[in-house]
């Protein structure tokens, strides 16, 4: 796979944690820089490590060297799905947000956040791990930098705009992600049968 392709995917699960933080952005009553930057880049480490871990599990244990790789490439192609229909659920679907003022962005909620898009990078690492693509350390920074640019714009997004912005952001992202899949389903399995 590209490093092209893993750097959309990349951005395609970095707006679940743009999203988030759109709202949690919308509640300041100002942005701590120097925070909004760690937060940004532990978030960042986080997903790269989910989607390392996704990746590893599933190559050094689930699948033999010699699987069928079309049922391999189907997997994915469902794993990339639903995360993307999820998302896009998400995006169209109105969920009432009581906002709240927040002096600061509290550590406990950030890391339960973490843990929440985690999810989806981790089963991320796993569709890549079932199209065989190996995951370098070039392409874990590209993620974490990703992230990382996807959590600051996002409170900034959040607290000029507004929380609604984080609709769009769910549906830009669920886009990505089905039409990952529907690009791996067209160019590798199609072609294969």
Known sequence: ?????????AIGISLDSFAIMVTKGAMLPRI???LLFGIGI????????????GNIVIKETMFPPNSNQILLQVLAVFIFTGIGLFMLRKG?????????RMDHIEIRSILYLAMITSVDAFLVGI?????????????MLSIIVVNTIAVIIGVYVGYHLGYEQRTKAYTVGG?????F??????????ISI
Do not use: D, H
């Open 181 to 190: 899949a529907a690009n791996i389903f067209l160019n590798n399995i199609l």
């Open 1 to 9: 796979m590209s490093s092209f392709a893993i750097l959309i995917l």
């Open 92 to 100: 169209i679907k109105e969920e009432t947000i009581y906002e709240k």
């Open 175 to 179: 886009s990505i992600l089905v039409i």
């Open 32 to 34: 701590q820089k120097p």
């Open 42 to 53: 532990g978030l960042g480490c986080w997903q790269a490590c989910a989607l390392l871990i």
């Open 127 to 139: 569709g890549l791990a079932l199209l065989e693509t190996t995951l370098q350390i070039s392409i």
